[in-house]
C-alpha cells in the first residue's frame, strides 16, 4: 500500500477502540514509514455521535492537551452513543510545532475535500470528510491562533444552507456559553474542517481557544468548559468530564461578523508592527490601532495605523516582524443573528 489512509476503525463496533490511523509515506529515513495518527473511539448504544478533533493546525494546543487528557479519562460506562476523538489531526505539523506539515507544507484546513491519492495532507482530509465526518451528527474541530497570532477566545460557526442545521448549531453553540462567537461566511465549497463538516451532512463547531502558541490557564480552563458543556448538551456524557462545573459563569453570548477586507489591516511592505490595542478591545473607525515602524530606515517617523471599521479586536499579529501581505489586526462587527 503506498496511498491512501490505513485504518481499522468499525463505527457499528460497540465499546472502546483505540489505535492509529496510518498514512504511508516513503521518506529518506524510512523506505516504509507511516505517518500515525492517534485516535480513541467509545461508543456505548444508540445514541448521538461526535466527534473531537485538534491537530489540523499543528501549533495551536489547547485542543491537543485537552482532548487527548480527555482520552485517558473518559469511559465506554460514563458516555450514551459514540465518541471519536482525533487530538492531532495532523500530526507532522503537531511534531514540528508548526501550523502546515512539514513533509508537504499542507494547511489543513484549506486542504478539503482533499485527494486520496494526494499528499498525507490532502489524504487525511479526504479521510476526515468522507468517512469520519459523515459518521458523525457533530463535529467539535479545536483551534488557536497559532504562532504567530493572538485570538479572542471564541467560538466559531460557518453559515448553513439548511435553515435547521443552521439553528442546531447556534443552538449548541450557545449551549456551550462563551462570551464571544463569529458565524464565517465561507460558503458551500470551503476548504475548511467546517466545509467539509457541512458536506458531509454534519453540525460543524469549531473556535479559536488562544494563540502564541501557547496555553494559558484561562485558555485551557475555557476549552475545558467548551468541551465539557458539549457533552452534556448532546447528552452524550451526564456530567463535566475535564472538571469544570457545567452552569457555572455563564454571560450573554455577542456573536461576531468578518466578513468584509476593511475589517482588517494589512501590511503592504516590511515593517515592525506596534499594536495600540490588544485582543477584546471595542474600537471605534477612525480609531488608532497601531504604529507601522521601519527599522531598515531609523529616521523616518513610524507611520500611525487606524482602523477603518467599529468593532471588537478579534486577533493581532505577534510577531512584530511584518511583511507584505501580513494580517496586523482585525475588528469584527458585533450583530445579532
Ligand atoms: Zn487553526
Keep these: 500500500m503506498h496511498t491512501g489512509l490505513v485504518h481499522e476503525i468499525d ?10 490511523l496510518a498514512i504511508p509515506y516513503s521518506i529518506d529515513r524510512s523506505p516504509y514509514y507511516q505517518i500515525k495518527i492517534p485516535y480513541l473511539r467509545l461508543k456505548n448504544g444508540n445514541g448521538p455521535s461526535l ?8 501549533d495551536e494546543y489547547e485542543g491537543e492537551l485537552q482532548l487527548t487528557r480527555l482520552m485517558r479519562r473518559l469511559e465506554v460506562s460514563g458516555i450514551r452513543g459514540s465518541v471519536t476523538i482525533v487530538p492531532m489531526a495532523n500530526v507532522p505539523a503537531v511534531m514540528a510545532a508548526r501550523r502546515c506539515s512539514p513533509f508537504d507544507g499542507g494547511n489543513m484546513n484549506r486542504a478539503f475535500p482533499g485527494d486520496p491519492a494526494g499528499t498525507p495532507t490532502a489524504r487525511m482530509a479526504h479521510f476526515l470528510e468522507t468517512l469520519l465526518f459523515a459518521n458523525h451528527d457533530v463535529i467539535f474541530d479545536i483551534h488557536a491562533g497559532g504562532t504567530s497570532m493572538a485570538h479572542l477566545p471564541c467560538l466559531l460557526i460557518e453559515r448553513q444552507t439548511d435553515p435547521a442545521r443552521h439553528a442546531r448549531a447556534l443552538e449548541l453553540l450557545r449551549a456551550m456559553s462563551p462570551s464571544y462567537a463569529f458565524i464565517a461566511d ?3 465549497a ?6 467539509a463538516a457541512a458536506r458531509a451532512g454534519a453540525i460543524g463547531l469549531s473556535g479559536e481557544f488562544g494563540g502564541g502558541a501557547t496555553v494559558t490557564p484561562e485558555s485551557m480552563a475555557f476549552t475545558a468548559q467548551c468541551i465539557d458543556r458539549l457533552l452534556v448538551a448532546l447528552g452524550v456524557t451526564t456530567g463535566p468530564v475535564l472538571g469544570t462545573p457545567a452552569g457555572s459563569d455563564r454571560r450573554p453570548l455577542q456573536l461576531l461578523s468578518l466578513c468584509r477586507h476593511s475589517q482588517g489591516i494589512y501590511a503592504t ?5 506596534e499594536p495600540a490595542v490588544d485582543v477584546g478591545a471595542t474600537v471605534a473607525a477612525g480609531e488608532v490601532a497601531g504604529w507601522y515602524h521601519d527599522l531598515e530606515r531609523p529616521e523616518q517617523a513610524e507611520e500611525t495605523l ?3 471599521e ?3 479586536v478579534i486577533s493581532r499579529r505577534l510577531h512584530t516582524d511584518s511583511q507584505a501581505g501580513d494580517c496586523l489586526i482585525q475588528v469584527a462587527e458585533p450583530i445579532d443573528d
Design 269 to 273: 511592505r516590511r515593517g515592525w508592527f
Design 310 to 312: 467599529a468593532g471588537i
Design 11 to 20: 463505527f457499528a463496533a460497540e465499546g472502546r477502540q483505540s489505535g492509529y
Design 190 to 195: 470551503a476548504p475548511t474542517s467546517m466545509g
Design 51 to 58: 466527534l473531537l478533533m485538534a491537530g489540523n493546525h499543528g
Design 186 to 188: 465561507n460558503g458551500p
Design 306 to 308: 487606524h482602523f477603518a
